[in-house]
Nanobody, 117 residues
């Protein structure tokens, strides 16, 4: 089992920045891809960013490229999402995840990000 705890969400003005954190505990997740999805109210959860192989590979949704940066701290088993130049359309609940080679992804509880225009 893996437990994920997110933090760092909140209210920010358009153009501002926030950093989300996701701390993993339980079974080792060193070599498993981790990342972020988000869910806007009434819509399906969508991919935001992922990181794997100790940061060697990173992927981003087109909508956040150039504005969001994902990074990881293997010692702390923590993944970060630095979000810059936030837009109102970034308002969503952000969920951290880690892939599970034996079944469905593990998910965090979600953290709300609200961008005011």
């Amino acid at each position: 089992q893996v437990q994920l705890v997110e933090s760092g969400g909140g209210l920010v003005q358009a153009g501002g920045s926030l950093t989300l954190s996701c701390a993993a505990s339980g079974r080792t997740v060193d070599d498993l891809p981790m990342g972020w999805f988000r869910q806007i109210s009434g819509k399906e959860r969508e991919f935001v960013a992922s990181i794997r192989r100790r940061g060697l590979f990173k992927n981003y949704a087109d909508s956040v490229k150039g504005r969001f940066t994902i990074s990881g701290d293997n010692f702390k088993k923590t993944v970060y999402l630095q979000m810059n130049n936030l837009k109102s359309e970034d308002t969503a609940v952000y969920y951290c995840y880690v892939e599970n080679s034996a079944g469905p992804r593990y998910w965090g509880q979600g953290t709300q990000v609200t961008v005011s225009s």
